[in-house]
């Protein structure tokens, strides 16, 4: 029989897996200052999110199609005031033991052009160590909104990218994902899809369940 082949590159997508925030914080923040229902807002947010998760739309643009959806005059500038970020410490300190552990580390992300560079100089001055921690701990770092990208996951586009990046097969990849569709797509891939739930599922644990040396 073949053997199964050892596990290189190990990916993760941001939103929820590595840090929290963004559109959750700033549709919870339109939907309480509005009184707005939050399903209603994230109705509206998942339709002005197709071209702005692809960069075919500014941050000012995107929250513009919110409140034009909502049938409000809103303040953009307090939208993108909320539209910040958290570390998901324990996950972002696992990733800095794979790498010890001689792991490629990847992103890949559905973001807009704005927030994935947020993301990327992302600095938290009350916790030094999370100082640059998305530049400095990923060897490679693949967005939707890429302009050698522009297509979201589930497509096969943003994957193969990502893979090409790491140099190595798909079958020597793992990706972690709190979507279903996101995983099954990385599976269809050729890749090893896994569905990550934080507040429910253990990180460190399910790399351990895949062979991942941590």
Request: hydrophobic residues 35%.
């Amino acid at each position: 029989f073949m053997q199964e082949k050892e596990i290189t590159a190990v990916f993760f997508d941001v939103g929820e897996v590595l840090c929290d925030g963004f559109s959750t914080w700033a549709n919870h923040a339109i939907s309480l200052k509005y009184s707005i229902p939050y399903s209603r807002v994230v109705e509206a947010e998942i339709k002005a999110w197709k071209k702005f998760g692809i960069g075919d739309t500014t941050e000012d643009e995107y929250f513009g199609e919110i409140y034009e959806d909502l049938g409000i005059k809103g303040d953009i500038k307090y939208a993108k005031r909320h539209a910040g970020i958290a570390v998901i410490e324990e996950n972002v300190d696992i990733v800095r033991r794979l790498k010890m552990n001689g792991y490629q580390t990847g992103i890949i992300s559905n973001h807009a052009k704005p927030w994935a560079e947020r993301i990327m100089n992302f600095r938290d001055f009350q916790k030094f160590k999370y100082l640059g921690v998305f530049k400095n701990h990923f060897d490679y770092v693949v967005f939707s909104c890429d302009d050698n990208v522009k297509t979201r996951k589930p497509k096969e586009k943003i994957y193969s990218v990502a893979i090409e990046k790491a140099g190595v097969p798909p079958e020597q990849t793992i990706f972690f994902d709190d979507r279903r569709h996101n995983v099954e797509g990385f599976n269809r891939f050729g890749g090893k899809g896994n569905l990550y739930s934080h507040g429910k599922d253990n990180l460190e644990e399910l790399l351990r369940l895949s062979g991942i040396r941590i």
